[in-house]
Nanobody
Framework: QVQLVESGGGLAQAGGSRRLSCTAS????????MGWYRRAPGKQRELVEA???????TYADSVKGRFTSSRDNARNTVYLQMNSLKPEGTAVYYC?????????WGQGTQVTVSS
């Protein structure tokens, strides 16, 4: 069973930064386009960013210019650098394949942004 493990969340003030990481138990990340998703309280999970195997990224309009994803295929890891955080960014953040997520989801990592 594939395991996805997200880390790096925590409490941040508005305007602050956090860097999230995601690793996988299997050889998943290097061969797939990966997405960062988030689920805010009372809302459905949404895509935040996607990054192809070659590092080409697609951003949701709500985070464009503030969030940057990257990947280290050798380390089987993807990252999400989040700058200029806003309170509406409070959510549980997940990584998974994109555009079709695997049925396996990790626990996610909670990011809480205080105003």
């Amino acid at each position: 069973q594939v395991q996805l493990v997200e880390s790096g969340g925590g409490l941040a003030q508005a305007g602050g930064s956090r860097r999230l990481s995601c690793t996988a138990s299997g050889y998943i990340i290097p061969i797939n386009t990966m997405g960062w998703y988030r689920r805010a309280p009372g809302k459905q999970r949404e895509l935040v960013e996607a990054i192809t195997r070659d590092g080409i990224t697609t951003y949701a309009d709500s985070v464009k210019g503030r969030f940057t994803s990257s990947r280290d295929n050798a380390r089987n890891t993807v990252y999400l650098q989040m700058n200029s955080l806003k309170p509406e960014g409070t959510a549980v953040y997940y990584c998974n394949t994109y555009p079709t997520p695997m049925i396996y989801w990790g626990q996610g990592t909670q990011v809480t942004v205080s105003s």
